[in-house]
């Protein structure tokens, strides 16, 4: 990020005046999209208790709501009698400490988001809703000393019995011998009954646990490997820095061991009785993660992700401000929110994959996780890692600005080496649903010599469209301007974009096709039609797909991960899934079916995607001893950022996409706020925002850096769940001066009489135009 975004707020600052004698002010932040903070009525003695942070109830119209308060003992421009009394004291000591209420501040005034809404979004469901800032106390089951020398088998025909001692037996293993309500009720539903059969059987025993780390902690750690050279010089150059601010990219090819890096400067973190915060953009990488830190870091790890559910969540997001060592979380990672999340003593920031789109929430408040904790690094005065193998091009831009201290991991840890890289040239070529002659005779010949294939097709489902031969009609979904995706097992067409569903008709629903249901075909590849191509063609193999349709249960990504590490499986088949940061040991070759979608697109982030999506996916080739292969299928093998990445080369890829970006004037190099509207009737939203662009203020500009605004004009997808959406893109070459416009802009907006026909929004930094 730039360094003008440090620079002072705009607006007023706070002003502490005190109230009259009998009653005193302060100023509550409330959940509603107003962009004021509400000044309320308190006695000398209900001031006595209130800081800053702390949660407390209020009345507001009809309603009751529960409001942060922000400001204490302060001056209000209405008469005292005239102000509303809090009905309550929610907490004892403030949920939210000063600096994390001082950068949601910040977060509501960067991203022009209302400050109530922002703060509630910091918080855990369960204290939202009131709930006191306590751990949840829930029953929990442990094995006794009977039950762990019980072989289950003994169980017979009792099969849940059976299920519950092995479950419990393994998360003994992985030293998780305390297993709550909660993540029972994760594994199957109905267990209860099994469970008190078990116990009158001596075989388990129940008690109650509050604290999530009530287990202890496996006697030792185990030993890191030792760090190459490069390694070693990295994670030396950041704990150096430990005690102030500085920010690191740590750009490795994959297979470098940058997650060695990052355990050895943890380890140095703990050391000065600190903790870490490492954030990941995916659910999916963090049991890996929290199994090697546990293991190597001999340390307690608590994890925050939008799987968990409300109890969970509080237990964990308690757990790094817990005042008794022993049970403190030294370690979190979570995905995007846990970057809220206050501790004891934070010392580090990690931020995993820091190149991904999931680090930025697309909808209601729409900030970027990666920013806010570099952020937050800098008002906390601690050192940010922001590591990848494909860094995004903001990232590269401040690198090269010297804005961040640029470590890189130029070669594979251990004795691996980076896979070959081979363009396939498709074009005239008969492909057997989706793959080559050459690709399909390169899988037969790895598996046979007892290695894995992971073959990688971003698209899920059976196809994309259902095309009619016989008259041409296609599967469009009636309330997008998108087709609908054939999902063959679910004998269903179902919108990717709205979540429409429909049965597959019998016959064509135009020309009805003679009632021939032979007629409609399926257009293009998904997962599932490659699948049922690789049963076909290798039938003596164990095929695993991995994409969300096929892992919608929890826990069910990390078994079908778990089973791939195992050597279970001989061909891998999946979407971006299998893309991120997985280690499969035994997976020699990679197969790309489709390289081509990111080279052409209308959105100018496309290419960089596209890149970073196949260096991500070819890393997981050869990431042991044995050398990997990686086949790349295209149309177009002479296009030269294709030529760029089979030659591994990121930097010279990403130098002719700066030459783009600088050519046209987009990010890196400008700033976008991108200002959305949608609504039933198509003329509404361009209205609205041809009548927005109207009232755009005039602001004096000493430097004379203009802010462009371009339309109003239709999203790439124009209709979207049967609402029309159009947008207006501003865009400048200075942060602050487009910061500056949009604060005094955004106000006016919310004036306008025409915006109640609307639903609209303003995304700052916006990473995709759809």
């Known amino acids: 990020m730039q360094d003008s975004l440090f620079s002072p707020a705009l607006g007023s600052q706070p002003q502490n005046h005190s109230g009259d004698g009998d009653t005193h002010t302060i100023q509550v932040a409330v959940p509603k999209p107003l962009r004021s903070l509400f000044d309320y009525r308190v006695t000398p003695q209900q001031l006595a208790k209130l800081q800053p942070g702390m949660r407390v109830k209020v009345p507001f119209g009809q309603q009751q709501l529960i409001g942060v308060v922000v400001h204490t003992d302060k001056t209000s421009g209405y008469a005292s009698h005239k102000l509303k009394p809090i009905v309550e004291i929610i907490d004892n000591s403030p949920c939210l400490a000063s600096n994390i209420l001082e950068l949601l501040q910040w977060v509501s005034r960067y991203y022009l ?47 849940k019995q059976r299920k519950i001692v092995d479950f419990l037996k393994q998360a003994a293993s992985h030293n998780h011998t305390i297993q709550t309500t909660t993540q029972l009720n994760g594994q199957w539903d109905n267990w209860r009954d099994a469970m008190r059969r078990l116990e009158e059987k001596g075989l388990v025993t129940q008690t109650q646990q509050t604290s999530i780390f009530a287990n202890t902690l496996k006697p030792a750690a185990t030993a890191l490997h030792n760090l190459n050279t490069e390694q070693q010089q990295a994670a030396d150059a950041i704990s150096a820095t430990l005690g102030q601010h500085k920010a690191f990219l740590l750009e490795g090819i994959t297979g470098s061991g940058k997650t060695e890096v990052y355990m050895q400067v943890i380890i140095d973190v703990l050391k000065h009785k600190q ?22 870091l001999h340390t307690h790890v608590a994890v925050l992700h939008s799987s968990m559910n409300d109890t969970e969540r509080l237990n964990n997001w308690l757990a790094v401000q817990d005042d008794n060592d022993d049970s403190r979380a030294r370690v979190l990672i979570g995905t995007r929110s846990a970057v809220f999340t206050p501790f004891k003593n934070l010392g580090l920031i990690l931020i995993d994959e820091e190149h991904d789109l999931s680090l930025k929430q697309q909808d209601g408040l729409r900030y970027s996780a990666r920013d806010v904790a570099i952020m937050r690094a800098h008002s906390t005065n601690i050192p940010i890692i922001l590591g990848s193998a494909t860094p995004s091009l903001e990232t590269l831009y401040n690198a090269q600005q010297q804005r961040y201290s640029h470590l890189q991991l130029k070669q594979r840890a251990g004795d691996a080496i980076l896979p070959d890289i081979y363009l396939l040239d498709v074009r005239s070529q008969k492909l057997e649903h989706g793959l080559s002659a050459q690709l399909i005779q390169r899988i037969r ?51 990717h974009h709205c979540g429409s569903e429909t049965r597959i008709p019998h016959a064509c629903p135009d020309c009805k096709s003679n009632g021939n249901q032979s007629e409609l075909n399926p257009v293009g590849l998904g997962t599932e039609r490659v699948e049922e191509a690789l049963g076909e063609l290798f039938p003596d193999k164990t095929i695993l797909r991995i994409d969300r349709d096929s892992t919608r249960k929890k826990g069910e990504l990390e078994s079908k991960l778990q089973q791939a590490k195992d050597g279970n499986i001989d061909i891998l088949l999946g979407t971006q899934m299998l893309a991120k940061g997985h280690h499969f040991p035994r997976v020699t070759l990679v197969g790309i079916l489709s390289a081509d979608q ?94 927005a662009k109207n009232s755009r203020p005039a602001i004096e500009n000493k430097d004379n850096n203009l802010v462009e605004i371009f339309g109003p004009f239709p999203a790439p997808m124009t209709r979207r769940a049967g609402r029309y959406r159009y947008q207006m893109l501003c865009q400048s070459k200075n942060r602050n001066d487009l910061q500056q416009l949009m604060h005094h802009w955004v106000p006016l907006i919310e004036k306008l009489p025409n915006r109640k026909k609307v639903r609209w929004s303003v995304d700052v930094d916006p990473q995709e135009m759809f």
């Open 113 to 159: 988001h209302p400050v109530g809404e922002v703060l509630s979004h910091a918080l855990p469901a369960l204290l939202r809703q009131g709930k006191p800032l306590l751990p949840v106390t829930e029953n929990a089951w442990q094995l006794t000393e009977q039950g762990l020398n019980t072989d289950s088998a003994t169980l017979g025909r009792a099969i």
């Open 598 to 691: 990111g080279l052409y697109s209308a959105d100018f982030r496309a290419s960089e995607r596209m890149g970073q999506l196949i260096l991500q996916v070819a890393g997981r080739a050869g990431r042991e001893k044995q050398k990997g292969e990686v086949l790349i299928q295209t149309c177009h093998p002479e296009n030269p950022l294709l030529q760029d990445l089979q030659h591994h080369s990121y930097p010279d890829f990403c130098k002719d996409l700066f030459i783009e970006r600088e050519q046209a004037m987009l990010p890196p190099y400008t700033y976008h706020v991108l200002i959305r509207a949608e609504a039933m009737d198509e003329e509404a939203p361009i209205e609205f925002l041809q009548t």
């Open 275 to 296: 903790q870490v915060l490492v954030l990941v953009p995916e659910i999916g990488l963090t049991p890996q993660l929290v199994e090697r830190f546990e293991r190597h």
């Open 445 to 495: 010949a790895h598996l046979e010599q007892g290695n894995q294939a992971l073959l990688f097709l971003n698209r899920r489902g059976f196809a994309p469209v259902l095309m009619c031969y016989e008259c041409g009609w296609l599967s469009h979904c009636p309330r997008c301007d998108a087709y609908l995706t054939l999902h063959q097992r679910a004998q269903q067409l179902r919108c």
